[in-house]
């Protein structure tokens, strides 16, 4: 496929801790298609974050790659050097991260920070800065002049995700990375937010890995979307398959948990029992296991593959054998 | 940034009032009769009656205060009792040597420290880190005495390198004059400075927005020079401005052991020959020197941190 532009192949990440490794990313596989928006899915502590850290290789010391590649471009990230590494970040790919508060340099005027991350450039100072204005302007921010000179305690939360979104698609990126960019706001500011992704998405047709634990705005804004519980991907495919059709109980429950979901008044709202496992100490068998209501005797003892059921449509689950269910 | 600089010093002001006050009151606590030191045990009724006079010293105690804060802004801290020359030029003499020492002192360890910390926060857990604060904090452990002894034993004894005693002439004199005394008191800032950087550092390294600007290929120098440095360098200059406290009292034992004119001498000349308007005055310009220094530090971070400046 040539228009495969970010491809993850079974990679395996641990962290090195005094407990023993921990695997925090165990074979995923999924890749995302130049210009498409693929969402990523699970509950706190899933692996999202290791997975974009993998990808933009910023990771903390005590990671170790096991397994697999990030190719990018056709490249393997994880073989780069380090400088060409540092070319492509904030050029190729760039990040929007979850807390607006805590992104930008407090020190810093944003004007600032919006110049030096055109480091690559070769315009003039003058330049840089009319370009930052523009890119302000260009996701909403009234006066963006004037605004250059401010520091982002001067702005709200709502503003300053806005400005790191402008920071991230300044260098037209073909990769932005998401990661939970509405999760610190209010329900209507994440609207916002997400209608101004699509809408530079289009301008800008760049590819998003777009990560959330929102379903509704997985469901509103991807083509594609993979489900992660526990460091492994349970399930990836079509936005429509997946939220009609969930082939894995993981992301059934997922979704009958999802707030907007919910059509009757309930005393209490669905929650799915259990625990993630101790990823220092991983049962054998399904993930899923101890917490599914479907569980059989060979979830125990066999790690269900991530199988093709139909057209880009994968899941994780002895559910979907024949043979097994019997 | 004008109105909290107003506020700032207006502060200060407020708390020199106070300090001053209370150390008024505090040295007429003090037992026995200052008029009887003075003119020692010898002196006629008549002169003793007359120097009370003299010093307002039969008057109710507001009544001595006011005139004391009337003399004090018309710049008149009293008169030496010995030699009767005004406190505030013997003083002001002094004052110059003693600011010379804690500045060059101040310069050196803070460049120095923050150099070192800064570093070792980069490469942290490394032989260097590791090294670097085994050397700070046996600079921190050692005494200003006793480094200024020992400096004073080798550099100047020994190797012959640097001048032992007093406050040279002329810029370069100043200077090779200042070295020893200045590395003495400065030494053990430099391991206080070096772990304070080092820490702040690390914390402000965890931070979100070093995480942004590295997802931005910005150069990891930059990143920690920039971007870390000037946040990580915020307590310093509050801890800087508080130091200068301390560096006035290590100054006492380096004008001693290297027998410099300043103001820590001279207080400690004044107290031992009870001269009370000379320790009086020169106690309130190191208070002065120690409010206005702190006030300085933090309109130094005002300036450094836009948040900082906001805030009130």
Known sequence: MTDTLLEIDRLSVDYETARGDLKALRDISFDVRKGEIVGIVGESGCGKSTLISSILRLTAPNTRFRQGEVRFKGQDLLQLPERQMRNLRGADISIVFQDPMQTHNPVLSIGQQMVDIQHRSKASKAEKRARAAKMLGAVGIPDPEARLAQFPHEFSGGMRQRIAIAMALMSEPDLLIADEPTTALDATLEVQIIERLQELQQEFNCAILFISHHLGVIAELCDRVVVMYAGAVVESGDVREIFHDPKHPYTRRLIDCDPGHIKERARVLPTIPGEVPDLANLPGGCIFRDRCDQAMPRCASHVPPLIQLKDGHHAACWLNHKEAAE | ?312
Do not use: C
């Open chain 2, 1 to 312: 940034m004008l109105l909290y600089a107003t506020r700032r010093f207006g502060l200060a002001l407020l708390i020199l009032i106070v300090a001053v006050t209370v150390m008024f009151l505090m040295i007429r606590a003090v037992p026995g009769d200052p008029v009887q030191i003075m003119l020692g045990p010898r002196a006629t009724p008549e002169l003793q009656a007359r120097l009370t006079a003299e010093l307002a010293l039969d008057q109710p105690i507001w009544k001595q205060l006011l005139i004391f804060y009337g003399n004090l802004m018309q710049g008149d801290l009293g008169i030496d009792v010995f030699s009767g020359r005004s406190v505030t030029a013997i003083v002001f003499e002094q004052l110059p040597h003693t600011l010379w020492l804690i500045l060059g002192s101040i310069a050196w360890s803070a460049t120095l420290g923050i150099a070192l910390g800064a570093y070792a926060a980069a490469h942290p857990n490394t032989l260097i880190d590791r090294i670097t604060a085994a050397i700070s904090v046996s600079f921190v452990a050692a005494p200003a005495f006793v480094v200024a002894l020992l400096s004073l034993l080798i550099f100047a004894v020994n190797l012959q390198w640097f001048p032992a005693i007093g406050a040279g002439e002329g810029f370069w004199g100043r200077l090779d004059h200042l070295v020893l005394p200045a590395f003495a008191i400065g030494l053990s800032w430099v391991g206080y400075i070096a772990r304070l950087v080092r820490a702040s550092m690390l914390e402000v390294m965890g931070e979100s927005h070093i995480r942004t600007a590295r997802a931005f290929g910005i150069h990891e120098r930059r990143v920690v020079m920039v971007y870390a440095l000037r946040i990580a360098i915020l307590p310093v200059v509050t801890v800087i401005g508080v130091g200068m406290g301390f560096l006035l009292s290590s100054a006492v034992f380096a004008e001693i052991v290297f027998a410099r004119p300043g103001l820590g001498k001279l207080v400690i000349d004044s107290i031992t020959t009870r001269n009370y308007p000379i320790v009086m005055g020169s106690v309130l310009i190191s208070t002065g020197l120690f409010v206005v220094s702190t006030a300085l530090a933090d309109l130094i971070n005002a300036w450094l941190d836009p948040r900082a400046r906001t805030a009130k």
